[in-house]
Nanobody
Framework: QVQLVESGGGLVQPGGSLRVSCAAS????????MGWYRQAPGKERELVAL???????RYADSVKGRFTISRDNAKNTVVLQMNNLKPEDTAIYYC???????????????WGKGILVTVSS
């Protein structure tokens, strides 16, 4: 059983910073891409940032220059550092990973339960 657990969300003022983390656990053979998605009220879930197993990154245009994604392959963790936060960044942030469990022939996508980030004065 593979699980992704997010931590670090909360309330921050506009212009502030916040760091959200995600830890993968369970019978994991290999982790491929890991990423962060978000879903704001009344909107569809969207990709925020993605990082591959060789540390190539991709960002949504709306967060480029403000957010940084990183991962620790030894600890099976991925972190999203968010700076200069704006009210429109308010959303539930979900961790996503393409993970190959032990005994599986390939990777499967797993989701965390999500963590709320609120940007408000």
């Amino acid at each position: 059983q593979v699980q992704l657990v997010e931590s670090g969300g909360g309330l921050v003022q506009p212009g502030g910073s916040l760091r959200v983390s995600c830890a993968a656990s369970g019978s994991i053979l290999r982790i491929y891409d890991m990423g962060w998605y978000r879903q704001a009220p009344g909107k569809e879930r969207e990709l925020v940032a993605l990082i591959t197993s060789v540390l190539t990154t991709r960002y949504a245009d709306s967060v480029k220059g403000r957010f940084t994604i990183s991962r620790d392959n030894a600890k099976n963790t991925v972190v999203l550092q968010m700076n200069n936060l704006k009210p429109e960044d308010t959303a539930i942030y979900y961790c996503n990973g393409n993970i190959r469990p032990v005994g599986s022939g390939g990777g499967m996508y797993y989701w965390g339960k999500g963590i709320l980030v609120t940007v408000s004065s």
